[in-house]
Each structure stands twice: as structure tokens, then as C-alpha cells.
């Protein structure tokens, strides 16, 4: 990013020696690194919450499509109920239909005889 060799650096310091001079110098330097330091802390923290913002939305999107998935398999489900309900009730009506007229041919006949 920044391309700093060591003369530009060599220059600062000496600048910032005679400007603040021997005394001052140290404690600048002290502050300055204390808040290089926070600065990078909080970068750290930054792009740490912006990884768990990333992982939390891959989650979101994992568990939409899981859901979306089973919403999927129980309406297959439901169908497949529905039809074999109703291919079942067709069959037990028609057995009860059969011995229905079971019943009342063995009625209309007072002897007992089959036609």
C-alpha cells in the first residue's frame, strides 16, 4: 500500500527529532505505537465481524434451502396420502357395494337358493 523505504524513514526521524526534540520524542513515539496498535485491534475485530456476518449468511442460505426441501418432501408426501386414500375408499366402496347386493339378493329370496 504504502511504499516506504528506509531513507523516507530516516528522514522522519530525524525531522521528528529536531521538531520535538530529544525529551518529547520518546513519549511520542510511545503514543503513536499505543495507537497503531488500537487501530490494528480494531481492524482485527472488523474483519473478524465481517467473516462471521459472511459464515451467518452461507448459514442462512443452507437452511432456506433445507427447508425449502422439506416443505418439498412433505407436499410429495401429502399427495402421495391423498391418492392412495383415495384409490383405498374407492375399493372399500365397492366391496361394500358388492355385499349390499349380497344382502339384498339373499333378501328378495325367501327360500335361501341362489338364482
Known sequence: MFEIGF???LV???V???VLGPEKLPKVA?????WTGQAKGYLRNLTAEL???AQLGELRKQL???KRAVQ????????SVHKEAGTLQ???????DAARDAVQTAADDPAGKKP
Open 7 to 9: 531513507s523516507e524513514l
Open 12 to 14: 522522519c526521524f530525524l
Open 16 to 18: 521528528a527529532l529536531v
Open 30 to 34: 510511545r503514543t503513536v505505537g499505543r
Open 51 to 53: 467473516d462471521r456476518e
Open 64 to 66: 432456506e434451502d433445507a
Open 72 to 79: 418439498d418432501g412433505a407436499q410429495s408426501f401429502k399427495e
Open 90 to 96: 374407492t375399493s372399500v366402496q365397492q366391496e361394500v
